[in-house]
């Protein structure tokens, strides 16, 4: 498509540009995108509108049904529709120009909009088609409404998993840990892309350690006393890790980035590894010598994880808390 790099690095600019353009002026793009955090995935947000645009499209559907409510339920149905047009368009540019070489975007947007173009009236006829046999009765169209917008979000959660994406996220991030700790190995953007859930991307993975991250320091580490603890176990780091009840708190200082990140996730993946295998319980000597093997490993690791193509620079945690002091 005109890049002038590999296409997996070409894919992988949509987040940190879409990250950027969304700081500058994302939050004017309408009421939707006030309500999205700037770091979170633009897939993320490419499928929440397409299901809200389902939403819309299924109210309108169904505003005959309510005569007495009808244009709250229609005019619902249609604010819907255009607040995901709207978040659904403002993808689009960052995508655009993350394959574009100097001085073709324009060709770009305008072969994008063009095949846009062809599948809505494609699609329109299909409609025309479908309105004038299965669905011309309510039950048809109840009946097929949904096998279609299933069908519509299953296309979108398959063409957003197509394109590896090179930054760290938190669920990229566990798994991509996970895979060192099994094998010694780390997988590439390309070998998770089919793996990641796009519908449940806050999921814990048990060999990575169950890290959650991003939560409220009062969440996270109970007592001041811990927090002292913690300091004193992790000097100079970014990170902070907590176990506690099968999980990992990991918090993140304001400006750590995706080596920070992996760090704290390989000393919880290390630790939940020898709670598991010795059967002691979680406390500050495990994390000790988890930390001690992370030093060990952790030159290799990310050299391997850079090789691999990803990008440590930063680490997009969505709407996750981060500390400093």
Known sequence: MGCNMPESSCAAAWEPEWTQSRRVGGYLVSPFCFFWEPSQAISDLVLVADVLYDLGTGLEVLSPLCPHLFLEVAGLGNFAKGMAVVAARATRLPIYSSFAREGNLSDLFAKGEAISTLFNVVGLGAGIQLASTVCSSMQGKLIVGPLLSALHIYSVVQEMRAAPVNTLNPQRTAMVVADFVKSGKVSSPADLRYRENLLFPNRLIEEAGNVVVGQPIRKAIKKPQKLKELREAFPNEKFLVN???????????????????????????????????????SGQAVLHEAYEKMERVFPSFVAQVKAKGWYTDQFLDGSGVRFAY
Do not use: C, I, P
């Open 243 to 281: 176990r506690r009840s099968e999980k990992t708190y990991m918090l993140l200082e304001q400006s750590a980035t995706g080596e920070d990140a992996l760090r704290g996730w390989l000393v919880a993946a290390f630790a939940a590894e020898m709670e598991r295998s010795s059967g002691r319980g």
